[in-house]
């Protein structure tokens, strides 16, 4: 899963290391991450289902399952699922919660690296994951993977404007005074504004794929002081920070939170399904 963070960071390293320095950041604390990362609308599965064809007893191979936010309710709902994880204890976790279903398998490897089965998949899915995967790499092998008409899904969430508005206006301070890289006067875009076409024009470049059709969401998830820390704390970027700026900024958000919003803020994210089907 992505950081969907309200705050922009400037960083001049080379783009590759960069994400896999960061991606490396999720495995430190895997039951934080399963605690405190939401899941996934119920209507977004309706629409694998009608746009992907994951139905009961579809193969799907699912990139970075984290600990199972996706991988659970696929499973409840019928589909066998080779999960590939790169985190040695966030596949430990997701196999704990995917305990007693004999229809999921979960593999500890880099996507990039992991040999394909011989037989091909009717469903790749990416949940909240693609974009950690090697540009150079991801969307023709996840073509690699499927049968012919067999479908890439693709879901990316981001942080919009809504819910506790105010409040992601005045936090800025805090990364700014703690994280010398944000980008000052960043604000989440407006969800009309989120422009989704970057992934189709991807998919569309490789030419293994159709048209890629696209359905979006909106949640409001409401946290309190405690709850919203967690979550900042399973952000990549956030764990990169050194410690002391870290607690810095962790103290700094509670205490607004506390202090000026009766201790609950409400986050609105945008998640988007991206869906193309293999020539």
Known sequence: MPDDTTHARRDDR??????????????EDAELYDRARPGYP????DDLARFAGARPGSRVLEIGCGTGQATVPLA???LRITAVEAGPSMAAVARRNLDGCPEVEIVTADFESWPLPEDPFDVVLAATAFHWIDPAVRVAKAAEALRPEGAL???RTQHVGGGSEEFFVEVQRCYERFDPDTTPGTRPPEAAGVDGSDHAR??????AFGPTVLR???QDL???AAE???LLQTYSGHRALPEAARNGLLACVAGLIDGRYDGRVTKRCLIELAVAHRR
């Open 14 to 27: 080379p783009e590759e290391s960069r994400r896999v320095r960061l991606s490396r950041t999720f495995d």
């Open 42 to 45: 119920p209507d977004l599965y």
């Open 76 to 78: 409840e709902r019928g």
């Open 153 to 155: 899904a693709v879901v």
């Open 202 to 207: 991807e998919v569309a470049r490789s030419g």
């Open 216 to 218: 979006r969401y909106e």
């Open 222 to 224: 409401t946290y309190t």
């Open 228 to 230: 919203y820390l967690e």
